[in-house]
Structure formats: structure tokens, C-alpha cells
């Protein structure tokens, strides 16, 4: 586990930035928090990896609050404003991976989650 701004990192082999095991880049600086356990991990695959129950995505109902940190200064974004962002924190500029949208609908509610 890792700690940023005292913040709890949970995860696999979770470096300094919130690297992983599974995303090391050096575009791979942020964790999700997911709100099943209400833990921020770098990815789907060691929230996966790490809990003993299924992931369930940040709620829409909760997008004013925070669920995503950059892993270079520890700012909280919320969902809405790291999707605005456009791949940079806002805080300290740091380059975010844009493949993290491919893996959108793991981290947030999305319109599609309702229709399940």
C-alpha cells in the first residue's frame, strides 16, 4: 500500500505516483476510488486483485465528491472534473493516460449502468 496525502493506495505493487503492476507509464499517476469499499486503487485490475467482493463504480448521485487522485501531488478530482481535465491534473499539470477511458464504465456510473 502506498500513501499519498494521506491517502490510503490499495493495490499491486502501487509505486510513489500510484503506478501499478499493471499500468506503469509515466501517464499512469491516478487512483479511482470505487464505492463498493470506498478505497482508492490505480486500476480495475488491483481493485480486482485485492478485494474478495465485485467492484461497483463511483455513483452518479455521488459526482460532487471526490473519487479521483492524481498520484504526482495528491489533488482530489472529482468525476466530472477529472473527465474535464482533458488528461492533465489541473493542479500540477501532470500528463494523465487517455486508455483510461477505455475502462470509463469500471470507474463511473455511466447512463449504460442504469438500464442493468
Request: contains cysteine; negative net charge.
Amino acid at each position: 500500500m502506498q500513501s499519498i496525502n494521506d491517502h490510503d493506495i490499495h493495490g499491486v505493487a502501487v509505486g510513489p505516483e500510484t503506478r501499478c503492476a499493471h499500468y506503469d507509464t509515466d501517464r499512469d499517476v491516478v487512483a479511482f476510488k470505487f464505492a463498493c469499499c470506498e478505497r482508492y486503487y490505480p486500476c480495475f485490475r488491483c481493485h480486482e486483485e485485492s478485494t474478495a467482493h465485485e467492484a461497483v463504480p463511483w455513483p452518479r448521485g455521488r459526482f460532487d465528491e471526490p473519487s479521483v487522485l492524481c498520484g504526482v501531488c495528491g489533488t482530489e478530482l472529482t468525476a466530472p472534473d477529472y473527465r474535464a481535465a482533458d488528461y492533465s491534473c489541473p493542479t500540477c499539470d501532470a500528463p494523465f493516460n487517455p486508455g483510461c477511458a477505455n475502462h470509463a464504465e469500471l470507474y463511473f456510473e455511466t447512463a449504460d449502468s442504469d438500464s442493468e
